[in-house]
């Protein structure tokens, strides 16, 4: 029996490690109201000790949980088979081997960048240092939830892709599954502040962020490894992604823009709508897709511009959703059984 | 039977009126996901033979209708037993008067300013002229659903309360109640742009509106009539509200500040916290409320400062929900005997 | 010869304390294209060394100064005759009485909230801290320019008023000063997120104040001490100002409602337009004025509303300048001499 | 004698068309300063008959004219030497011919987009219409100040460069005039919301706006005619400007992205900062720019990233500035003889 047949139509019980950083926070947001889900504890360090709807006033009423420290979880973990881990990067790699050891019957969705890709090298040029469990990086299922479905059901261990990697590869796995992409590939990606997670720093302070628009990480974005590492296991045409991340003035979503030089606007169109049809959580627009309609959602919208001689395909997203715990909770439902979309449409975004 | 016994445990079939403008966008959030509604048809005058999700691309995969013209509707509105009306102010007096006769089975919520208060001359003095169908004013419940619970089962025609009207009677009715309230109150209030409407305007015009801040309509907010007339009904002691309405330059949400003369803060917090214990979509504030974190919700948030000497209360709500849409729903429910907040707490609004 | 003669038609050399911060910053823009200041030497702690033009890259080709520390000053202070300090609060208490003692000739601004009135006990409790120089506070001069004009040229010590004080007192004072001014006053004053200096903190966390409004310090802010102890040496009427201060989601500007009971908007307007009456940096608005005016000027835009029952005046203006730097220029300039508006006028601030 | 020799030393009388626009307020922002220029008459059409400073408050005191229809100037046009023109599309081909013969010494800057190429087919293609006066195309200089320099002393007729078409130019016409721009380009270009002038509109509706980001007139805005247009005359190797333009949630500013496929972060630096060396508008950043920098000011900032294999530049400008008004200013300073930054530099921007 497989462990999703066994969890099909039955409750699973969850922890959420690191719920106070935002995309912790939005995980709650989502875990919360999910039918299918009992959620256990939550771990988080400097709020440890204070009721969940004190820091997180939006889930007052929603539930009655504590923050706990991860070091205060009894032996068993309370008996979850799930462990959502929402730690900021370099952290997830020093928790979660030790505890899939301990712990083999429980299965683990890393929502940070530790265990994206096999490569241990560029985790390394990257991510700033050598990756404490690399033997472990292989065992991780790339959560990729659209292309990467039919490998959830039996994965024990998956890496969430990142916010602006969503995007991206929204927009280039099916050019390169179906060929298209090679050479020199031009993208932009604007994000809004809730990227740079709830520590204030300068790039998020109000008086400098509010009227402001700048590239930073531009063509050396640690995203990129995922990115070309997962397109790379769809083509074996040679391609390069070569991204600027830009920061605007908005709190949630992201906008990417994407050019395969030579490819025409049909081609993107034609290509993208067929590998996305049906897809519950992807939408289309007539022209460009606008952001404000996937804030606070698990949605992606696609769209795009030119002509038979170069087209142009625009992505939006919610980088704490669809980009990061929107994802993880789709990834969460294919693993045990539930229908993809459960507990995450339990009301629409806003038209404003 | 009452109509409340009769539809519970039920379903029940709604048409919504005016479905394209803002607080209309808002109510189709809700009652597209809502488990007891059966949306049947949205009219839009503009927009008619639209698509709802081409027009408001946020409810894609919520609903398959198409906005229809009023006068399309078939003669037995589809066999629905409510209407919830969302037209601008002077409007429903002239569609609601005929279609109630008409269809004397069918419950009617008016979410506009026109049946709020039975003071035909005070309609004429705040919304500028001889209002259409005076009689049908005290046939109106007014929809403040915290204070007017029990009166709605039984309701048959229900004006839903204005959204600064919603934030400022959430901090003195209580007061009016306890007979507190007395001579001349102060107050502000801060709203965001979605108040305007639909309609592109100076005010809103984003290069003008997106880093400013002032006032408008102050002393002189046609809100004040129903406010001051609800008041009345809770306190003979004489009072007047002196309240200063500002635009900020934020989307939603109002953001209230209540300065009742010589009333402590203990005063204050004691009355409201007792007036609104166990309430399960008004939630109180250590300090002060943070409009961010009721933004797309259907709750209130109340805050509180000051000391011994004097007190100040703050309502924070979003005008479309509790302030509009989700404030009808609550009342909507109330009136079919569902459970208040069915279809409204779906997801919890973000963090950020 | 008194100072404010010998400076006549002369220009004069000043030095800042404090140029990296908020307040500072400002401060540079109005000293770089001052025509009577040569602008000597510019402290600022961390940035001690690099050029202001790379800290502060607005005032690139501005000038060609380099931050300095405190402590590296020449004995003379390189001969200045100025000083302006913009320290945050406490800190220029322990830096202008030791300078001040050893340059009797030296004249100083300080811009911070330690030497704004003559009140040690009035310190203690608002700034929470003993005074550490309280035999100074008699010596300075509050430097509200309106009215405090001709205190100036003979002024060695200026304490420049805070932002959100002076946006009331330029509304009450007038009112103090025709004894209109008795009883309880309730204003509210919103800021944007530059009051809070440039150190990221969780209140000025762009994903928590972008879309955000809410009230902080309310009733107890410290700048009620100066406001009240001003309005004071105006009036021997009882009065006490209740005053919830507010951030609002934009990052310059305050907005300034303020209701004196009682008090009718002709009395209001007539006072005031009267008290200002050929003010170069004070105009005045038909209705409600608009924060985006007033916005990287140094000008204070003041409006009204109300009819003969009760009316309320709203000031604008923008807290880095008339309510920060450009007021502590307008001060200078009066007392070196200089036409009141020199350095301030150079470019109108934008319509938008 | 040149006519910028007559000039010299000289002031000059001025007439703006077109004053209460966007563009026109902002060049009645720095003509109001500007030290050689008497500004003799502003048209509007609907505010004719009002005072400037009413219709735009932030110029109260700079300026005591009031708006005048442009069929009530006097025959002799008041005697102006220079008329600078801030109409729509399609307007000025109406006006500037028909006075420029009336009026043979008086000498024209247009800032609209009639006559900034000598194509009329192009015009046609992207203006959608027929050029109403193709015979005049010929005759104007394009006033991209910084390469079109020697040209503007003896020119009577200039067209100023449109917003986005000067931030790709200040990045792609140095490349071009090194015979480094050929093939495919990239660009993507963020728009604040005052370049869609002040008229309120969908897209400038602050509901839709506030949060959002999108594309339009992807790979396919009117401004590639005369980017691709003037490029052309400085380089015989074939190339496309592939640029999508995106509006941002701020309002004043653009950021502009440029990718030329091949060509290393290096050769992009080293070939701008040559361009630029000494340019007193135009000013380096040491990684991307920011936009706040150049909000309200008539600079440019430039930034690069990138490596040996592949580089991009970054240019920010204020679209109502240096993309606008003040680049027009500039080229009025030099087809008169004044110091090119006459009137600009009165006061720096903020840093916040």
Known sequence: MTPAAAAQDARIRAGVIGGSGSIGAELLRYLCVHPSVDLAWVTAHSSAGSRVSDVLPNLAGYTELSFVR????????????????????????????ALAERHPGIRFIDLGGDFR?????????????????????????YGFTEFQREKLPGARLVASPGCFATSLLLGLAPLAGAGMLRGEVFATGVTGS????????????????????????????QHMLEVEGFLSTLTREP?????????????????????VPGVARATLEDTLRAA???????????????????????????????????????????????????????????????????GLMGLPGGFV
Chains 1, 2, 3, 4 share one sequence.
């Open 70 to 97: 991860l070091d205060e979880l009894p032996d068993d973990l309370d008996g979850v088979q799930a462990v959502l881990v929402a730690l900021p990067h370099n952290r997830s790699q020093e928790v979660i081997p």
């Open 117 to 141: 890709t096999p490569d241990p090298q560029g985790y390394l040029k990257h991510y700033g240092r050598e990756h404490a469990a690399p033997e472990w990086l292989e065992r991780f299922v």
């Open 194 to 221: 809730s990227g740079s997670g709830n520590e204030p720093k300068k790039t998020t302070h109000h008086p400098e962020r509010a009227t402001n628009f700048r590239a930073y990480k531009a063509l050396e974005h």
């Open 239 to 259: 391609f390069h992604v070569n991204f600027v991340p830009q920061s605007g003035p908005f709190v949630r979503g992201i906008f990417s823009t994407i050019f």
């Open 276 to 342: 996305y049809d049906g897809e519950p959580l992807i939408t289309f627009s007539r022209a460009s897709p606008d952001v404000r309609l996937i804030q606070g959602t698990p949605r992606a919208l696609i769209g795009f511009a030119g002509d038979s001689r170069q087209g142009a395909a625009f992505v939006a997203l919610d980088n704490l959703g669809k980009g990061g715990a929107s994802q993880a909770v789709q990834s969460l439902n294919r693993m045990f059984g539930f229908d993809e979309t459960t």
